[in-house]
């Protein structure tokens, strides 16, 4: 069973910085490919980043060159650097394991597991 927790949400102004954590439990195969996914109000959920077990990581066109995904395997624990942040970025924030098939692409939500989800505000 995949336990996802994460943290580092906030209030923040444009061009601000935040870097989202994510603790997770290992599982099996589950949580060798991880992502974070966003839901802005009013919108449908959309991926914005994730990682794989080689490392490989994925961007959505939105945030490339201003979000960074990476993972520490020792601490379980998966983060979100945000750079450059703009109020388009407002959303919850979700940690999630168990990545979509390639073929859905890095902005698919079809992750099996998800955590609780942290808010970010870009003002």
């Known amino acids: 069973h995949v336990q996802l927790v994460e943290s580092g949400g906030g209030s923040v102004q444009a061009g601000g910085s935040l870097t989202l954590s994510c603790a997770y439990t290992?599982?099996?195969?589950?949580?060798?490919?991880m992502g974070w996914v966003r839901q802005a109000p009013g919108k449908e959920r959309e991926g914005v980043a994730s990682?794989?077990?080689?490392?490989?990581?994925n961007y959505a066109d939105s945030v490339k060159g201003r979000f960074t995904i990476s993972q520490d395997n020792a601490k379980n624990t998966l983060y979100l650097q945000m750079n450059s942040l703009e109020p388009e970025d407002t959303a919850m924030y979700y940690c999630a394991a168990d990545c979509p098939p390639p073929q859905a692409g890095v902005r698919s939500p079809l992750y099996g597991y998800w955590g609780q989800g942290t808010q970010v505000t870009v003002s």
């Open positions: 290992e599982y099996l195969y589950l949580t060798d490919c």
């Open positions: 990682i794989d077990g080689f490392g490989r990581t």
